[in-house]
Every structure is written in structure tokens, then in C-alpha cells.
């Protein structure tokens, strides 16, 4: 049974959450991949850029390894935003629609649209986006920060970071800069995992969004704990292949976590957004 609604002290409303297997996360993954087989072309252009603008921040702090290493994690926490139009095609080929470049191209600009209908909560996909930049530029500046100050020597090249962060017999630097990213990287999750799916398809706040998000994770700590080391294992192997990896990883974790969000969200009694295909 699905846990009720609720409503917040503020009177803000939260869907009810469906209930979950404990291997349902692999499941996401699956679908995530059988979506990204259905419109190949148009998912792995996502990874083909998102390589590429990896590529573009591993060029400019090739010789300063600890600004990369606190670039590509901060790059991560923006994934969700970035996937926003891997949710629309997945909405999409649920719901039978094309899923053509158009889609792609009106979900990113049909902000003209929802100005018209929608004045009121267009700007929710925008908050929440320069929020998880906000949050993305704070780790890399307290990161870079962290390496740059504490470090016994400095760190240009991935040898000195493991040699000087990683395996230091002194210091626990290692430890320290681990902690503080998990810190981050918690709520960070907990804020994210459905706060963007649920924004793209239902018209609700910023607020209804997180605390949905905070929810789903409270009522399923373990799938939710292992949906969490899915996306971190299957990133990380994007990004030790030389990001190439990433072209595929990318679109399956991004039509993954549609699926993880409409398989935890009862969202029957929340009116839909403007559909991608740009129609009222």
C-alpha cells in the first residue's frame, strides 16, 4: 500500500508513496536502457555532450588535479538538470509520443509557453537548477580549497593526489575531504532523486518537489541508499574511461531515474505540466 499524503505545517502537499521491491533499482536500470535503445541517436547525444563538456573542464585543470577532482564531482551534482530532456523522452515513450528532436528542443525552450499558462510555476525547473549549481560551485570551491591549503605538497597530476591525499600517513586529509563531500552529497541526493522528474511532469513548487524527494528516500532508505551507489558506481566507470563511458552511462542513469521517480510517486492528484511536444 502506498504511504498516504500528507500535508506539511505549511500546508504543503506531498503525494503518497507507492511501495518498492528491493531489487527495484535494477529494474530502473533496465528500463532506463530499454529507453535508451528505443531513441538510441537522440540518448547518446546527451553522453556525447556531457563528455564533452567533461573533456572541456579536464583541459583546462589538466595540470591542477585537485580543481579537477572538484570540478568532475561538482559536475555531478548537476547531472539532474542536465538529464531534464532525458526525462521528457522517457515521458514521451511512455506515453506513446514521438520523440523526435523537437521534443528535446521545446523542453529546453518551452519556457515561452509556460510563462503564457503556467506563470505561477514555470520557474520551479529554474530555481531548482541554479540551486544544484549553486551547491556544485560551492563543493568545487571547498574542495579545491581543502587540497590546496591542507596538502603537504602540491597537487598537479593524479600521482601527487594519491600520493599526497589519498595514501598521506598524516594529516587525514583523505578522510576529511571524503567526509565533508559526503556531507554534501546526502542531501544533495535526497533533495534531487525525484525533485526533477516530478517538476518536469506535475506542476508543483520547489518545495513540494524536495520534500517529495526527502520522503521517498525516508519511506525507502535501502533502495534508495543502493539506487544512490548504482548511479555513483556506473558514473565512476564513465569517468575512469576517459569519460567515453559516459556517453552511454549518462542517458541510462538519466531514463533510469524517470523510472525510479514513476515507480516510487503517486502523482494522480497533482495537475501535469505543459507536455514537451509544446501543446497546452
Known amino acids: 500500500m502506498p504511504t498516504p499524503s500528507a500535508k506539511t505545517r505549511s500546508g504543503v502537499f506531498l503525494p503518497p508513496i507507492l511501495p518498492l521491491l528491493k531489487d527495484q533499482p535494477m529494474q530502473w536500470l533496465a528500463l532506463g536502457f530499454k529507453d535508451l535503445a528505443r531513441a538510441p541517436l537522440l ?37 539532474p538538470v542536465l538529464a531534464t530532456s532525458l ?35 514555470y520557474w520551479s525547473l529554474i530555481r531548482f537548477g541554479l540551486l544544484l549549481g549553486l551547491a556544485a560551485t560551492g563543493w568545487v570551491i571547498t574542495s579545491s580549497a581543502l587540497i590546496t591549503l591542507l596538502a603537504p605538497a602540491p597537487i598537479h597530476t593524479p600521482m601527487d593526489f594519491m600520493r599526497h591525499v589519498v595514501l598521506a600517513k598524516e594529516g587525514h586529509l583523505f ?22 522528474p516530478l517538476l518536469l511532469d506535475r506542476r508543483v513548487t520547489v518545495l513540494q518537489a524536495v520534500l517529495t524527494s526527502w520522503k521517498a528516500v525516508l519511506t525507502h532508505p535501502f533502495q534508495m541508499t543502493f539506487w544512490a551507489f548504482l548511479i555513483l558506481g556506473f558514473s565512476l566507470l564513465g569517468i575512469f574511461s576517459l569519460l567515453l563511458g559516459l556517453i552511454l552511462v549518462v ?30
Open 175 to 196: 578522510e576529511l575531504w571524503v567526509g565533508l563531500g559526503g556531507m554534501m552529497a546526502v542531501p544533495v541526493f535526497a533533495s534531487s532523486v525525484i525533485s526533477m
Open 251 to 280: 542517458p541510462m542513469l538519466g531514463h533510469g531515474s524517470w523510472h525510479a521517480y514513476r515507480h516510487m510517486v503517486d502523482v494522480s492528484d497533482l495537475p501535469e505540466r505543459l507536455s514537451g511536444q509544446g501543446e497546452p
Open 87 to 121: 526525462y521528457a523522452m522517457s515521458r514521451a515513450l511512455e506515453k506513446g509520443e514521438t520523440v523526435d528532436f523537437r521534443l528535446l528542443l521545446n523542453t529546453w525552450t518551452q519556457w515561452q509557453l509556460r510563462l503564457r499558462h503556467e506563470p505561477d510555476s
Open 43 to 79: 540518448s547518446t547525444m546527451h553522453g556525447l555532450i556531457l563528455t564533452f563538456l567533461g573533456s572541456c573542464i579536464a583541459w583546462i585543470a589538466h595540470d591542477r588535479f585537485w580543481l579537477l577532482v572538484g570540478s568532475l564531482s561538482g559536475f555531478m551534482v548537476v547531472a
